[in-house]
């Protein structure tokens, strides 16, 4: 069973949004776990965006301050991240994986890119 399932990517024009999700499978106890959506843009490495705690405290990257918003939905083992006003440089893989990362729960992840 996959752990962290990712959907919701796209291709969006600059200033729009998308709203991504991540299922998580019931082995891995979500509830329980700091949540993090990282991204990894072509040549660069990857980087944490965002991550939420069991109690709802949240961080952002400085690059996404305002303009994205994470949150979880434990009851459906689920997070999820809201991108708004979406610029170019935000074009990535965008992953979903435990804080810190667990190698095991990376998986496919999903293509954001924005584009006119």
């Known amino acids: 069973q996959v752990p962290l399932v990712e959907s919701g990517g796209g291709l969006v024009q600059p200033g729009g949004s998308l709203r991504l999700s991540c299922a998580a499978s019931?082995?891995?106890?979500?509830?329980?776990?700091?949540m993090g959506w990282y991204r990894q843009a072509p040549g660069k490495e990857r980087e944490l965006v965002a991550d939420?705690?069991?109690?709802?405290?949240?961080t952002y990257a400085d690059s996404v301050k305002g303009r994205f918003t994470i949150s979880r939905d434990n009851a459906k083992d689920t997070v999820y991240l809201q991108m708004n006003n979406l610029k170019p440089e935000d074009t990535a893989v965008y992953y979903c994986?435990?804080?810190?990362?667990?190698?095991?729960?990376w998986g496919q992840g999903t293509q954001v890119t924005v584009s006119s």
């Open positions: 994986n435990q804080r810190p990362p667990l190698g095991i729960y």
């Open positions: 019931r082995s891995i106890f979500f509830s329980l776990r700091t």
């Open positions: 939420i705690t069991t109690t709802g405290r949240i």
